[in-house]
């Protein structure tokens, strides 16, 4: 069986590195593939050529693994090292030292690496793999994302009443689409380098005379989609950005609008105990009766009572018509595109 193109290291020792690293690597090149890797450090996607002579001909650089981490509700990346050059890929991946939370697994790219190899793949191809195995879990996080920011937005257009922990949802969302975001940016930087040929290598056959590149044209071709996929991705991070804003901007008006009805509602049953209370204290003064004829009535008592019962179902009754006591149920207006009541601007 011929030697794996595509070969795949965990926690590799120094001795484990030089075995299959170029003859020369450069001391940069060295350096951060025996950097100790920390989890709370956000990861970007590079790679860039080292080529200096025909005995170093290599590129060395980092993806940015994107990892969810349920407990705690966040966004992180696992990096991915990697030297390439025309006869061997080589990924490194070092388990975090610190702040690597339980459940969060690390990138199985074995799986990746024997369907490489079954398939007789070269360098090039294993880069487009690895590229388009990143590209997936980008989108696969995004959309359970979108999801949870669909179902918010219902809740905040439509339903009568928010969750509790709106404000809360909000700056979660938030946080993962501007972690993705960090993510696909570079990610898709660097593939428009490979598929403008902005970033390439070469080398010379001298037994076919013909000038052999790293990511020839049928690479490039096969980066297309993951090119597309992409900048799909980063149009619905930078739009939902733009629409979280917006429904968190809903929520402060709605949370303001509860806050007046709050007070409405207090200035409504203060105003409607005024005027009993005032007939209360009125009829309750030490005045020589002469002077209250409706004391000698038969039907003082009945009258004072219902003088009274008449101004409080007279307020009542005009506070509910503006909606200062209770908080009238809306139903939402099947004209409107959105499905919220007409006249609302959102919740």
């Known amino acids: 069986m011929s030697e794996p193109v595509w070969i795949n290291l965990r926690d590799p020792s120094e ?77 490194i991946q070092r388990t975090p030292e610190r702040g690597f939370p339980e459940g969060v697994e690390m990138p199985d790219l074995d799986d990746l690496a024997r369907r490489a190899q079954d398939k007789d793949l070269e360098s090039g191809w294993c880069v487009c793999f690895l590229i388009e195995e990143i590209t997936t879990r980008i989108r696969e996080l995004l959309d359970e994302t979108v999801k949870r920011s669909n179902v918010l937005e219902k809740a905040l257009n439509q339903d009568q009443q928010p969750p509790p ?25 660097l ?34 989609a993951a090119r597309n996929d992409l900048c799909d991705c980063r149009q619905r991070t930078g739009y939902w950005l733009e629409n979280l804003s917006m429904l968190q901007d809903n929520l402060s008006d709605y949370l303001n609008r509860e806050q007046t009805r709050a007070g409405n509602r207090l200035t409504a049953m203060a105003s409607i105990m005024l005027l009993p209370t005032f007939l209360v204290g009125f009829y309750g003064m030490e005045f020589n009766e002469n002077y209250f004829p409706e004391f000698r009535w038969i039907n003082g008592y ?30 939402p207006d099947p004209r409107s595109p959105t499905g919220m009541p007409e006249g609302s601007t959102g919740r």
């Not at 509700?73 to 990697?82: K, L, Q, W």
């Not at 404000?167 to 993510?183: A, E």
């Not at 490979?194 to 056959?205: A, G, K, R």
């Open 191 to 224: 593939v428009e380098k490979i598929v403008t040929d902005e970033l390439d290598m070469e080398e010379s056959d001298a037994e076919n005379q013909e000038v052999r590149r790293l990511f020839p044209k049928e690479n490039e071709i096969y980066l297309y």
């Open 15 to 91: 001795a484990e590195l030089a075995a299959v690293l170029p003859a020369r690597p450069h001391k940069i090149a060295k350096l951060r593939l025996g950097r100790p890797e920390v989890y709370e450090r956000f990861d970007v996607a590079t790679l860039d050529n080292h080529a200096s002579d025909s005995s170093d001909n290599y590129m060395f650089g980092e993806f940015a693994y994107p990892v969810f981490e349920r407990n705690r509700d966040e966004v992180g990346t696992i990096s991915i090292r990697i030297v390439v050059d025309f006869e061997k890929f080589i990924t």
């Open 302 to 331: 009945l009258f004072a009572w219902s003088a009274i019962a008449l101004i409080t179902v007279v307020q009542t009754v005009i506070y509910w018509n503006k909606g200062w006591l209770f908080s009238k149920s809306r139903r």
């Open 165 to 189: 922990d709106t404000r809360k949802q909000l700056s979660i969302l938030r946080n993962h689409f501007l972690q993705y975001q960090t993510v696909i940016e570079p990610t898709l930087g």
